[in-house]
Structures are given as structure tokens and as C-alpha cells.
């Protein structure tokens, strides 16, 4: 009866823990494994990928982002700086009393060389991580979130809470990382249309230098020569009539004859 009343009076003493858990998908950068990498490749997720994502969501940076969401910086479970003293500790402090001797331990002397160490939040945040639990799915890319609290609301919200800055987190990583993929290429792409103008200028300075350059059918040259052709052949026809026209103000009947000797005249026949 001894043995089960202490029992009885020890689970009393013992505060009931809430444990929620939560599960969450491991997502790699898909889009960019396709564009920069081979879709024949093999998976890039290993089993160590997947332990350091765990590590990540088991850090301080998401247990103090847990703590501000949650407010347990102002729960006694957490910060034991708003706890009441136990009987122990009243006891001790009580001896201290008759004693003489100082309560409290001599705070510590600030250290210049560095900002000042806030030991209260230091210990709620390292309270806040050991309550804090990921592991992961052994052969998948599921990651287990767990926490542990007295009250199960400020448990399930705390898990809520560490995948949802999680994610968050993630989601940032990508779009950073996506924004200096588009200024690398945004460089890139203006040097290239430098690169293009300025051959585009060397080859129009060869063709001029060259007279290489084109008109609206064929280079300068064979437009030219074309052009003073016609002007040729238009001449010599003008050149025809006028002496048929000449022939026939003399009377004499040659302009037949000379008429049919035009060019004209012989292409149109041909």
C-alpha cells in the first residue's frame, strides 16, 4: 500500500504532456533541376538530403520563429525565469536567508567586446527545441514534425507553426535563388546583343569598304551596270526614230528599214 501511495503521489506531481505531430512533403527545386540539369538523371534526394532538411526544421532559427508565433516566451513552461520556485528552491533560499548569504547570484559582468548575452531568452528558445522533433521517413521524402507541451493547443500550433515557417523558408530559398538565375541571365543576354551589334557594325563596314553592299534587287554594281543598259537601250532607240523621222522629212523611204533596226524592234520580233 506504501509502495502504491508514493506512486500515486509522484504521477500527481506530474504534469500530463501533449504531444502533436504533423507531416510534411520535401519539395527540390523541380524547375530548375529540368532546365539546367538532364530529366534522365537520377533523383538528387538522398537519405542525407532529407536528415539535413530535418536538422533544418530542428534548428534554432525555426524554434525562436515557433517561440514569437506562439508567444511561449511568456509561458512559464518554457521560460523558467515565470516559474514560482519550488519547495526545494524555497527551501534553499530560506537557508540563504538565515545565513546571510546573497539570494541571487552576482550578475555578470557585461563583456565589451560583444552585445550583451540574454541568458532567459537563450534557455527558453533551447526549451522550445528540445519540445521540437523532426524526423524523417526513411525511403520517402516525408519528414515527421513533432511537439510536446502541457497544453495540446500551444502543441498542435506550435507544429503548425514550424511547417509553416518551414515552407516559407523554402519558398524564399527558391525565389532568391530564381531571381539571380534571371539577372545572370539578363547579363548574359545584354552582352550577347552587344556582341551581336557590334558584329553587325563590322560586317556593314566591310560591305562598304568592300562595295559589297546591296540594293533592292542586287549589289550596287550589277544595279548600276543594269540601269546604264537601259539607259542604252533607250538611247539607241531614240537615236532610231529620230532618224527614221529625219529620213522621211528628206523623202527618202529608208525609215522602214531603219526603224526595224532599233533594239526594241529586234527584241520585240525575237
Do not use: C, W
Not at 567586446?113 to 523532426?134: F, H, K, N, S
Not at 502543441?155 to 531571381?179: E, F, G, L, P, S
Not at 550589277?222 to 529620230?242: M, P, Y
Amino acid at each position: 500500500a506504501l509502495i502504491i501511495l508514493s506512486a500515486y503521489l509522484m504521477l500527481r506531481q506530474v504534469t500530463p504532456l501533449y504531444t502533436a505531430t504533423g507531416s510534411l512533403i520535401y519539395q527540390p527545386n523541380i524547375f530548375t533541376l529540368r532546365e539546367m540539369q538532364s530529366i534522365l538523371r537520377t533523383d538528387p534526394t538522398t537519405e542525407a538530403v532529407m536528415a539535413s532538411q530535418a536538422e533544418l526544421l530542428h534548428s534554432l532559427h525555426i524554434a525562436q520563429r515557433v517561440a514569437e508565433r506562439g508567444n511561449l516566451f511568456d509561458d512559464p513552461a518554457f521560460n523558467a525565469a515565470l516559474r514560482a520556485p519550488g519547495l526545494l528552491r524555497r527551501s534553499v533560499l530560506r537557508l540563504r536567508d538565515l545565513f546571510g548569504l546573497e539570494a541571487d547570484e552576482p550578475p555578470d559582468e557585461d563583456d565589451e567586446t560583444g552585445p550583451p548575452v540574454d541568458r532567459i531568452r537563450e534557455q527558453t528558445l533551447t526549451a522550445v527545441r528540445a519540445a521540437l522533433r523532426a524526423t524523417p521517413v526513411r525511403g520517402s521524402h516525408v519528414i515527421d514534425v513533432s511537439f510536446t507541451a502541457a497544453d495540446p493547443l500551444v502543441a498542435a500550433a506550435a507544429v503548425n507553426n514550424a511547417m509553416d515557417v518551414y515552407i516559407k523558408d523554402q519558398y524564399a530559398a527558391k525565389h532568391a535563388a530564381v531571381d539571380r538565375a534571371t539577372a545572370l541571365l539578363d547579363r548574359q543576354a545584354g552582352d550577347l546583343r552587344k556582341q551581336v551589334a557590334s558584329i553587325e557594325e563590322s560586317i556593314a563596314a566591310y560591305r562598304s569598304n568592300h562595295r559589297l553592299s546591296r540594293g533592292m534587287h542586287a549589289s550596287t554594281d550589277n544595279e548600276a551596270i543594269t540601269h546604264l543598259t537601259e539607259d542604252l537601250v533607250k538611247a539607241r532607240t531614240e537615236l532610231a526614230g529620230a532618224n527614221a523621222r529625219l529620213d522621211v522629212a528628206r523623202g527618202h523611204a529608208g525609215a522602214a528599214a531603219l526603224a526595224a533596226l532599233a533594239p526594241s524592234v529586234v527584241q520585240l520580233r525575237a
